[in-house]
């Protein structure tokens, strides 16, 4: 099985930057992949980690340490519209499927 | 059109009974999922196939059962649908080059 752990809620003021953490326990981890959720929407992908070190896509950028079973999603100058719920996710062996965390709701209050 | 497309969009059904849960895809990827969200429980892989002939459970593939038709459509079924199948279900593509997963708008399904 698998496990992934990231906090339920944040918030934070717009303008700022907020960090949304993501540990991990599974076998055959491939790597690690976000997603963001708005209220009645689809998720969307926002980023893939296969390796260690920091990904970085516009405002957004992703994190990984493998050593440490751990990865975080970081949103720089922080707008009303990144409300949403943000979802860590392992891809598992070649298969690429995927194994979701609970999320974390982010609320942006000005 | 949306890359990929689900119908309906809501439905309700009666304990018991038969519903089908249609998915489409244009992305022209091989590989196709179906997840189901419940509050405060993510997102959990019901099944999933890598091509036509490739199909295989996930998760929670329990009371549900899948049909891959083509490369682009992908429909789950509940044979007797019950009600904690209430909940909100996802199809998905994935990219094999970015890994990422495209996500249908999602069928709401209320079983009562």
């Known amino acids: 099985g698998q496990s992934l752990e990231q906090p339920s809620e944040v918030t934070a003021v717009e303008g700022a930057i907020v960090q949304i953490n993501c540990t991990y326990q599974?076998?055959?981890?491939?790597?690690l992949s976000w997603y963001q959720q708005h209220d009645g929407g689809a998720p969307t992908f926002l980023s893939y980690n296969g390796l260690d070190g920091l990904e970085e896509t516009g405002r957004f950028s992703s994190f990984l340490s493998r050593s440490d079973s751990y990865g975080y999603l970081l949103l720089l100058e922080l707008q009303m519209k990144d409300s949403a719920s943000y979802f860590c996710?392992?891809?598992?062996?070649?298969?690429?499927?995927?194994?979701f965390g609970t999320g974390t709701r982010l609320t942006v209050i000005p | 059109d949306a890359d990929v497309t689900q119908t309906p969009r809501n439905r309700i059904t009666k304990t018991g009974k038969r519903i089908m849960l249609e998915c489409s895809q244009t992305?022209?990827?091989?590989?196709m999922y179906w997840y189901r969200q419940d509050p405060g429980l993510g997102l959990r892989l019901i099944y999933y196939?890598?091509?036509?002939?490739?199909?295989n459970k996930g998760e929670i593939s329990d009371g549900y059962s899948v049909s891959r038709q083509a490369q682009a459509k992908f429909s789950l079924s509940l044979e007797s649908a019950i009600p904690n199948q209430t909940a909100l279900y996802f199809c998905a593509t994935s990219d094999p080059d970015t890994y990422g997963y495209t996500f249908g708008s999602g069928t709401r399904l209320t079983v009562v």
């Open positions: 599974t076998s055959g981890f491939y790597g």
């Open positions: 992305k022209g990827h091989d590989r």
């Open positions: 196939s890598f091509d036509v002939k490739d199909i």
């Open positions: 996710a392992v891809k598992k062996g070649g298969a690429n499927n995927l194994f």
